[in-house]
């Protein structure tokens, strides 16, 4: 099979295009040809810094696509079926081998292109507003780094609960596409101090949560726009930059942060069946997923490099 791999960690330009080997089915799992890959942030950093746990390496969490292999100690999965998985690398490729439990069924008629979107980037979202983020209806939710997949994801979400919700990113056009998704106020960040403009749009209550993809510097930023018993659900590094925030503010307002990473616990039952809820929304429209661009396989370097330009709205496909 065709992949993208590379040898050593570096910026976009380590990615080769190359001919491997296919992967086993293992007992307890599937093999699924490759309809799309939803690059994530996660795959980028791998891919800059992680882990090289094969050798070349194939990066990547996420993907969807036709199920061609079934393991013999599977019964709930077959061939022919469409599913979007999760798996902790090996997504950039033709073919891929998952674990039955990493795989979530695609509804008839719905786009294996946009399922590939869905189970990190929505669950995550989900579990940042409301398993740690105990949002309520009526609450103001801020979402840092709006224009990303997991943004994209958290407007919508947050909306349909019944909050408002504030936004951040980097130019006014990316914070105008995010209307669509139920935007109610947008933060320029390069134009506009974010925590003064939360303040001014909340009459200097601040925030009841935050949702913050990015850490490093901006982080600080999410904890001062925080209200009384305000929450912060810090998820991921994508700023890339040390987390090195004061967190003193947060006791006179007793408000609070927590870590959130889906990988913790994918695997229960909690949000197995929460990920296939939120893909059978989508595939009902009551979800909307936003693929900003679409590049070939081949082309994977080229795609990287697109995500940390930080142009995107939404997420970032390969295409086989």
Not at 179 to 190: C, E, K, R, S, V
Request: net charge negative; with cysteine.
């Amino acid at each position: 099979m065709k992949a993208a791999v590379y040898y050593e960690n570096g910026g976009p330009e380590v990615l080769k295009y190359e001919d491997v080997e296919d992967p086993p089915c293992h007992a307890k799992g599937v093999v699924i040809r490759v309809e799309a890959v939803s690059i994530e942030g996660g795959d980028t950093l791998n891919r800059q810094g992680g882990a090289l746990v094969t050798r070349p390496h194939i990066v990547g969490y996420q993907a969807a696509g036709e199920i061609v292999e079934v393991g013999p100690e599977v019964d709930n999965l077959r061939v022919g079926q469409k599913v979007a998985t999760v798996n902790a690398f090996g997504s950039h490729a033709e073919l891929r081998a998952v674990p039955a439990r990493n795989c979530w069924v695609v509804p008839d008629g719905y786009d294996p292109k946009l399922a590939a979107v869905i189970p990190v980037t929505f669950g995550t979202a989900h579990d940042c507003l409301f398993e740690f983020g105990r949002l309520k209806a009526g609450e103001t939710v801020l979402v840092q780094a709006g224009a990303s997949g997991v943004g994209v994801a958290a407007i919508q979400l947050a909306k349909r609960a019944g909050a408002r919700v504030l936004a951040t990113a980097s130019t006014d056009s990316r914070l105008e596409a995010l209307t669509a998704f139920g935007l109610d106020h947008g933060i320029n960040y390069q134009s506009e101090d974010v925590v003064q403009a939360v303040m001014r749009l909340t009459d200097n209550k601040g925030v009841d949560l935050v949702v913050d993809p990015v850490g490093g510097s901006t982080l600080q930023g999410s904890i001062l726009s925080l209200g009384y018993r305000g929450r912060v659900s810090m998820v991921g590094a994508a700023g890339r930059e040390p987390m090195k925030v004061d967190v003193a503010s947060l006791m006179g307002k007793n408000a609070s942060i927590s870590g959130v990473f889906l990988g913790a616990e994918i695997m229960t039952d909690r949000v197995h069946d929460n990920i296939q809820a939120l893909i059978d929304d989508a595939a009902k429209g009551a979800l909307k997923v936003r693929i900003d661009r679409e590049f070939p396989l081949s082309e994977a370097a080229a795609a990287h490099r697109y995500i940390e330009s930080r142009a995107a709205v939404g997420r970032v496909i390969l295409v086989p």
